[in-house]
């Protein structure tokens, strides 16, 4: 009689391969879709795609996280900031039920990770995701005058910046549980048959992997999940929209973090030592002079492009006939514009200079999870390659082919992301114009924009370009003193 677990994994392998073929393609086709969308700048229409995919009705309510924060980024850029904020909010939601994911749940994901691929399973949500939802919240709190839900939010972000090490901890933990269970298993079954010695392909498959990545040596990773463009702006709100004293230290202790991470850059050196000064009382707010801040969000955040590494495997005959591991790797993508200059009254007042690398950011959090996505790679590989083994054992030449091809087709890395995050962040600050307009011009852009300042003492300037030549659009704030 043949074996039961054999007859399972037939029943997995016919499920799996048109499952996780089909819904791979489709998945990655609508997000290159929505990313052309975006990089030409059509805000409208890539929000309205993101919308569909992630079928998100009108109160932001959605089932497909990924799409929830497409969908609010792209609802930001063409203005639709209290949309973008139900969408976000929801997005949220989603975020908070994922931490607290019951034990069938994450069984379920955890075997079909090994035995199929992680894209059947729901968008794992980035520490840097988590933060960068309550930065947006905030933005578009300002956007639509409701400064205390901004406030709200921006406490919100902070909080998850202080909470992101333990955050990321619990995770790992989580998974390092999943993944040693899978090699138990699965040397369990190499134990019982002799065939594949895990240990040994194990550890000449990481010599291999390695070879393929070996950028990862040569980034520069932030400390400790630090956003400095999520602090500064937490830092900037509470200097200008301050309700008392202790608002002032908020401020300055985000911008002394940023100062750290970003030295040279004229506009934080200059507001720390104005945030330091209104702290102790030296200085007051309603005497500052007025000021202009262009935050400038410049280009796309890597994508996630898939690479495969055929895995040496070391068995005492050759019974498999396809192995190969897939695993993510970073895309980094172009800068729309090198940077903004601003103009006023025919006199070049200064240009935009970098605050903040998203592609740092994202750097930083795939680098630390990198050796568990290897781990959880090499498992589901080497526990196909058992199951190849095992079709050919007992159902010869016609098992092993099918295997071959369950294996083939299966063998997906995750390539999801919030890709329509920045590469980076700039920033300029400048006196406001006496004749209330500011001119901002890069180079390369076809048009400078003219942006007409309100009335008021302090101005913030949010500017958004995708892709080299694509139309800046750009939203503009007041705060008073």
Known sequence: MRNPSTLARGLIISGAVLLAGCQTLSSKQNLEDFNQQYAQGNYQNAARFALKSGGIDAEGEGGNLMWSLQAGTALSASGQFDYSNKVFDHAETMMKAEDTENIGRKGLEKVTATLVNNNLNRYAPTVYDGVMVNTYKALNSIFLHDLQNARIEFNRAADRQRRAEEAFKSRIEAQKQKLAETRQQTEGEQARTSQLDFKKSESESRNAIADAFPELNAW?????????????????????????????????????????????????????????NLRTGAWRKHKLRPAVWVIFENGEAPAIDETLIPLPLFLLNDQVEYSQIA???????????????????????????????????????????????????????????????QAKKELGLAGSLLAGVYQATTTRADTRSWSSLPKEVQVLRVRKPAGGTLELNAPGLAQPLKVELPDTRFSVIYVKAS???????????????
């Open 327 to 389: 695993l993510p790797k970073l895309k980094e993508r172009d800068r729309a514009y090198p940077y903004l200059e601003a103009h006023a009254g025919g006199k070049r007042l200064g240009q935009t200079e970098l605050l903040a690398s998203m592609d740092r950011v994202i750097q930083t959090e795939f680098k630390r999870e990198f050796p568990l996505k290897v781990t959880e790679a090499i498992a589901s590989t080497l526990t196909k390659a058992f199951i190849q083994y």
């Open 467 to 481: 892709a080299p030549g694509s139309k800046p659009v750009y939203q503009v704030a007041g705060f008073d003193a």
């Open 220 to 276: 520069a990773a932030y400390p400790d999940f630090v956003n400095p463009y999520t602090d500064y702006l937490h830092g900037l709100y509470f200097m200008l929209a301050s309700a008392d004293r202790s608002d002032y230290g908020k401020a300055r202790q985000s911008l002394r973090r940023v100062r750290g991470m970003a030295p040279d850059n004229t506009a934080v050196r200059t507001d720390y030592k104005v945030i330091s």
